[in-house]
């Protein structure tokens, strides 16, 4: 039985990484956005039925700052 190639897994973790970036830039840039600090939640998306697609801004509403603190309303 032959164990794990140890150099062969690093050629092949580093090309994995590389172009999982690559691939992230791809998409940053074909959203129009140009640093990752300007993704938020109405960038991503998720489906929830086989038909229905939302946001997670959708999903999961921005609260205020401070709300949770005041004693504020949390939206549902």
């Given at each position: 039985?032959?164990?794990?190639?140890?150099?062969?897994?690093?050629?092949r973790?580093?090309?994995?990484h590389r172009n999982t970036v690559e691939s992230f830039v791809e998409?940053?840039?074909a959203g129009g956005i140009d640093h990752p600090?300007?993704?938020n939640r109405t960038?991503?998306?998720?489906?929830?039925f086989m038909n229905l697609?939302?946001?997670y801004e959708e999903i999961y509403p921005t609260?205020?700052?401070g709300c949770l603190l005041d004693g504020g309303d949390v939206p549902l």
């Open positions: 039985m032959k164990g794990l190639g140890v150099e062969d897994k690093t050629v973790v580093a090309n994995y998409l940053i840039g600090d300007q993704i960038h991503v998306y998720r489906r929830v697609v939302k946001t609260i205020p700052d």
